[in-house]
């Protein structure tokens, strides 16, 4: 974006601007719609379910109510053989919903010469048929669950659903009433009375029940055991734990569970075959302890939403592609002055300021900002001319201040060894200015044969002011120096010098001394400089520490005291100016004193060959 046109840059903060707003509201709007629609089908399904379960409950209803009334009848009467087997008849005969009905008794309870009797009537296709369950050897009625379970927990129950063979011979689930003789102090059971329901309706019921195309319901029993189910293969040879267990699946075992507890969810749910989301409701029958669920898959409930969310998306790149363009158009129009500005622009910084700059029928804005560059480049003109006049100026004053420099340099020693004939007395300095000039100085001559008389100095500014009194101090050294002097005469001298008519106030601090190379005898003054350093044979460092007197050029007639010392042989006289110690790094840490003083710094000036006048430091 950074090297990008104005156009480019408009259009793609505004489209990524639309784009993400555009998005934000779809992202949005679609899973506020797809909250709504699972809750339109969580009612749905418990809608549907509800009513399902109430129609399967009313016939269950209706059926428990005959053979409870049917008990009522046979406890408080004595009914015969012929009455119990019409009643029997009737009951199936007359309700459409029973498929058949059994009063089995306890042995040799009703017929004093017969062990086990239970009459049934059931439907056939012929019509009420009959069979005497106590007569057929292969199926005990004793045995069977209809019969041990209400006799056990001595209450009406539903049985599992299961296959009546040697019965009914079909699949059907059974209501078992247990009856009891009340003509003695205790209670006796005498046996049961059963009202079967054939499954076959109930599944054509749960056939019927559908959410969506594909949607389904089943039924489990209160063991989970399978009882209706679009796949016949799964009814009452699966339950919902087996195949969970088949299929690895924690969650339906958990739904499972859910289920036979009684409870009543609306969840997420995958396929036992593969991931495809679904999802499913689950509520309880009360009368038989069974569940039903629903189940139906996610991509019928949003189909409508997301071809809804497909065709919004389609609008919106197509609007988007639209805005796009009428947005390049716009800033074309708007950005050609622009570009027009930009090109003279580039040919004015180029040196042509002679381009002619238009800004006709371009906005407001533009125009003001065109007038701008005409402004602009007619400063550049005058910037220009005062930029030659200036540089024209400068380059005389940066001839004129090498001039300076070469005369400065000119006026110090450079050639060393200044004294190649003298074996007593070894010497080197180094003169490095700031600037071209400066105002640090330097000097060293003989006033007789044995008599070296040298000084070092440092001018309080920089620059040609520097310089000038520099070369004044150097000058009135010269003249002023002489053996019948002592040293601090001398700098006295040079000091009223410099101190009449210092308007400036400029000031220099100054290091003298003489020194009688026949007898090492060193008489020096100190004017306020840095204190030289003294190094003897075996290493030692030590410090001048004596300032005699105020720099030169503070206070006229000042009176400066002197120090005198005997040099030795092979003793070395370091003198500098602050130039070196107040030298900053990188990181504008200070060369500093101590680093000045260092062993390593000392064995280089103690070490330095005779003939290679290099700088010390």
């Keep these: 974006?950074?090297?990008?046109?104005?156009?480019?840059?408009?259009?793609?903060?505004?489209?990524?601007?639309?784009?993400?707003?555009?998005?934000?509201?779809?992202?949005?709007?679609?899973?506020?719609?797809?909250?709504?629609?699972?809750?339109?089908?969580?009612?749905?399904?418990?809608?549907?379910?509800?009513?399902?379960?109430?129609?399967?409950?009313t016939i269950l209803s209706s059926t428990q109510k005959i053979p409870s009334n049917l008990v009522y009848s046979i406890e408080n009467s004595n009914v015969q053989e012929v009455e119990l087997l019409n009643m029997l008849s009737r009951i199936v005969e007359n309700n459409p919903e029973i498929y058949g009905s059994c009063i089995a008794f306890e042995p040799y309870c009703f017929l004093k010469e017969t062990e086990q009797y239970a009459p049934y009537f059931y439907k056939s296709k012929e019509g009420?048929?009959?069979?005497?369950?106590?007569?057929?050897?292969?199926?005990?009625?004793?045995?069977?669950?209809?019969?041990?379970?209400?006799?056990t927990q001595n209450k009406a129950i539903w049985t599992e659903p299961y296959f009546d063979e040697g019965g009914g011979n079909i699949l059907m689930t059974t209501y078992a009433v247990p009856f009891h003789d009340h003509s003695s102090d205790q209670e006796i059971f005498r046996g049961v009375i059963t009202a079967d329901i054939s499954l076959d309706w109930?599944?054509?019921?749960?056939?019927?029940?559908?959410?969506y195309k594909t949607g389904y319901a089943f039924l489990i029993s209160h063991t989970g055991t399978i009882i209706t189910h679009p796949i016949s293969e799964l009814r009452m040879t699966e339950s919902i734990f087996s195949l969970a267990e088949r299929y690895s699946r924690p969650d339906v075992k958990k739904i499972g569970e859910d289920m036979v507890l009684g409870n009543s969810k609306f969840l997420p749910y995958a396929a036992l075959t593969d991931s495809t989301p679904f999802r499913i409701y689950y509520a309880p029958l009360p009368k038989s302890n069974w569940s039903m669920a629903v189940i139906f898959p996610e991509a019928e409930l949003f189909a409508d939403l997301k071809k809804l969310h497909r065709t919004s998306l389609l609008i919106g790149i197509l609007g988007i592609t639209g805005l796009f363009l009428i947005i390049i158009l716009i800033s074309r129009n708007i950005t050609k002055p622009l570009r027009k500005l930009a090109i003279n622009a580039e040919r004015i910084g180029s040196g042509?300021?002679?381009?002619?700059?238009?800004?006709?029928?371009?906005?407001?804005?533009?125009?003001?900002?065109?007038?701008?560059?005409?402004?602009?480049?007619?400063?550049?003109?005058?910037?220009?001319?005062?930029?030659?006049?200036?540089?024209?100026?400068?380059?005389?004053?940066?001839s004129e201040l090498k001039i300076a420099h070469d005369i400065q340099q000119g006026m110090i020693h450079i050639i060393f060894p200044p004294f190649p004939e003298r074996k007593d007395v070894d010497l080197y300095a180094i003169l490095e200015p700031a600037r071209q000039v400066g105002g640090d100085l330097y000097d060293f001559f003989f006033l007789d044969d044995e008599t070296l008389c040298f000084a070092i100095g440092d001018v309080s500014d920089k620059g040609v002011p520097a310089s000038l009194l520099m070369a004044i101090t150097l000058t009135l050294l010269r003249s002023k120096a002489n053996k019948?002097?002592?040293?601090?005469?001398?700098?006295?001298?040079i000091n009223n010098s410099i101190s009449k008519e210092n308007e400036n106030m400029m000031f220099v601090t100054f290091f003298l001394g003489l020194l009688n190379l026949k007898t090492g005898e060193l008489s020096?003054?100190?004017?306020?400089?840095?204190?030289?350093y003294l190094i003897s044979q075996n290493q030692k460092v030590e410090e001048l520490e004596q300032t005699h007197g105020p720099p030169l050029g503070i206070k006229e007639n000042h009176q400066y005291k002197y120090e005198t010392i005997k040099l030795k042989k092979?003793?070395?006289?370091?003198?500098?100016?602050?130039?070196?110690?107040?030298?900053?790094?990188?990181?504008?840490?200070?060369?500093?004193?101590?680093?000045?003083?260092?062993?390593?710094?000392?064995t280089l000036f103690k070490q330095q060959p005779k003939n290679n006048y290099k700088p010390y430091l």
């Design 484 to 493: 019948t002097m002592e040293v601090n005469e001398i700098v006295k001298s």
């Design 524 to 532: 020096y003054c100190n004017a306020g400089h840095n204190y030289p």
């Design 1 to 57: 974006m950074k090297n990008k046109g104005i156009t480019f840059k408009l259009s793609a903060y505004i489209i990524s601007a639309t784009v993400l707003i555009f998005l934000s509201i779809l992202f949005y709007y679609y899973q506020y719609s797809k909250k709504m629609l699972l809750r339109e089908a969580y009612h749905s399904a418990q809608q549907l379910t509800t009513a399902t379960i109430n129609e399967i409950e």
């Design 570 to 602: 092979s003793d070395s006289l370091v003198l500098f100016t602050d130039g070196v110690t107040e030298a900053t790094s990188k990181n504008g840490d200070f060369y500093g004193d101590e680093r000045l003083k260092k062993p390593d710094r000392i």
């Design 128 to 151: 009420i048929a009959y069979k005497s369950l106590g007569e057929d050897s292969s199926y005990n009625y004793l045995n069977q669950d209809w019969y041990t379970l209400p006799k």
């Design 352 to 398: 042509n300021f002679d381009v002619t700059i238009k800004c006709d029928n371009a906005a407001r804005e533009i125009t003001m900002l065109g007038n701008t560059f005409m402004h602009m480049q007619q400063e550049l003109k005058k910037y220009i001319k005062n930029l030659e006049i200036t540089t024209a100026a400068k380059e005389k004053i940066e």
């Design 202 to 211: 109930l599944e054509r019921l749960m056939d019927s029940t559908k959410i």
